[in-house]
């Protein structure tokens, strides 16, 4: 009988351990996972909704470069330089507006004719810094104000005017 009540507490004890163990190792870093899942959706949905407006830009004739000529921005620097970095390099190709430089943390090279610099190495005077990671705008912003003295624009507000 004492064996019995010793096993059976040696399996309840077992469980026991076994669930905060789980806990503590399985739960937790899932949690933490989801988490970082669930913010990477939400900028990709901003993404898809930017995205979906600038179409809609475009399906009714108008070009970014008419807001940039109508602010008198006519030299430009582009922070951020993955999809939509590209596609605003793309959109302003023969356009009157020139992109002086891309800027990127990550940079390599060059995107089109846009030589990319890392923030720290940007130096090109422009009458405008376009930040297209718009999640990330604010602290962005923050960061090449104390590089630059023009206007930081948000890729994301050019488009809703432009809307």
């Not at 009988?1 to 937790?28: D, E, H, Y």
């Not at 990330?136 to 624009?153: H, N, R, W």
């Amino acid at each position: 009988m004492k064996k019995t009540i010793w096993g059976i507490l040696g399996i309840v004890g077992g469980l026991a351990s076994g669930v905060m163990m789980s806990n503590k190792f399985i739960v937790k870093p899932t949690i933490n996972e989801l988490k970082k899942a669930r913010e990477l959706a939400s900028k990709h949905l901003d993404l898809y909704m930017l995205m979906n407006d600038w179409v809609y830009v475009k399906q009714h004739g108008r070009n970014l470069a008419d807001f940039f000529e109508r602010n008198s921005y006519k030299k430009i620097a582009i922070y951020g330089m993955n999809y939509v970095g590209k596609t605003l390099v793309q959109e302003l190709e023969g356009t009157s507006i020139d992109v002086v430089a891309g800027i990127d943390k990550a940079a390599s090279g060059t995107v089109g004719n846009v030589k990319v610099y890392t923030p720290d190495n940007f130096s090109a005077e422009v009458d405008a810094v376009v930040v297209t990671p718009i999640t990330y705008f604010d602290d962005i912003a923050d960061m090449m104000e104390t590089k630059v003295t023009c206007p930081i624009l948000s890729i994301e507000d050019i488009i809703f005017e432009m809307k």
